[in-house]
């Protein structure tokens, strides 16, 4: 075959020739570049989706999570506020609130596209009692003692420790003297050979203060907060809030109220209320009595059979998401 490619008098290739294929190589190379670049991208991209997807899944599977510790948590404290007559009653009206709370959750999943499953049964709830002295005639105090009383005792647990004081009724006094003036929380037990004290009383500013002690010596002062004549003041000695395990004084922080060695106790104790005269108010708390079976020792009348907790079977599912847990719900109970 003839030689179709044109050649130098030499016959060589000429530089027009040399050229084109530096051309030619060129253009080739520029083009694989290019591939190189859309692959990368689109793997990147891919990546960005398939992280997108799993952090929606995670958010949604914590947000149905969240829906229903809190709607069983609200459940059990307002089945506990309505003081049933015996526990048999209290279980069976958690048991009922779930499987209605169920219902409502499943129609409010299924416009999203997903189907969810809460379940509990009575041998899932833990015995409890609710102790309030909001039947007392006059302040915190109550007719075996008008100062100092045991508000409950042969306990393992506690939350929900509240308590909702009136301001001006409270004493006003310093640290140094707020053993023998100042209302008090008092904790004792084997885990607390020395007993620990929680004080509220104002200070001669008018602030409300809240204190902690032990052994009855100088207090130390915890947190304070300004208030205005008439009003109340709540302190949630258990509670804990936008996942901070501290106690707060009228929303304020107030860090270090609660006992650390009462969070899980392996032995009973006690709480008692000391210058109960020097406050006017409510305490409000649901306790769990050791052993199982048994009711706390109280000095006043207002204890009632409640649940302590609750453990709940979640399931959820759409179409591209499985999640299934169990849960405990033990609304305001403190954490280590």
């Not at 914590?62 to 229903?68: H, L, Q, S, W």
């Not at 106690?247 to 104790?269: F, I, K, M, Q």
């Amino acid at each position: 075959m003839a030689d179709v490619i044109p050649r130098g008098p030499d016959g060589g290739f000429r530089d027009a020739d040399r050229g084109q294929l530096l051309i030619v190589a060129g253009l080739v190379m520029a083009v694989s570049l290019v591939a190189l670049v859309v692959l990368l991208n689109a793997t990147i991209y891919g990546e960005n989706l398939a992280t997108r997807g799993v952090e929606g899944a995670d958010r949604e599977a914590a947000d149905v999570r969240a829906t229903a510790v809190g709607g069983v948590g609200e459940l059990i404290d307002a089945t506990n506020r309505a003081e049933p007559r015996n526990h048999t009653v209290a279980n069976d009206t958690v048991v009922a609130g779930v499987a209605d709370l169920d219902r409502r959750m499943a129609r409010s999943d299924a416009d999203r596209g997903g189907t969810v499953h809460l379940a509990t049964d009575g041998s899932q709830l833990t015995r409890g009692t609710y102790v309030t002295t909001d039947g007392n005639a006059t302040s915190l105090s109550n007719d075996t003692n008008a100062t100092a009383y045991t508000f409950a005792g042969g306990i393992n647990r506690t939350r929900g420790f509240t308590l909702e004081l009136e301001a001006d009724e409270l004493a006003t006094t310093t640290a140094s003297n707020a053993s023998d003036d100042a209302f008090h929380v008092g904790f004792d037990g084997s885990a607390l050979p020395n007993g620990r004290e929680v004080y509220v009383y104002r200070n001669g500013s008018g602030d409300v203060v809240v204190a902690t002690g032990s052994d009855g010596g100088t207090p130390t002062v915890r947190c304070s907060v300004a208030v205005d004549p008439g009003d109340a003041v709540r302190l949630d000695l258990t509670g804990e809030r936008f996942g901070l395990a501290d106690e707060r004084l009228e929303g304020n922080r107030c860090v270090g109220v609660w006992p650390t060695e009462l969070v899980t106790p392996a032995d009973s104790y006690a709480i008692r209320l000391a210058n109960a005269d020097a406050a006017d108010g409510t305490a409000t708390a649901t306790v769990r009595p050791r052993p199982t079976g048994a009711d706390p020792d109280a000095d006043h009348d207002g204890t009632s059979p409640a649940v302590y907790d609750a453990t709940v079977d979640l399931r959820y599912r759409t179409a591209d998401l499985r999640f299934e847990t169990t849960v405990r719900v033990a609304p305001g109970e403190p954490r280590a």
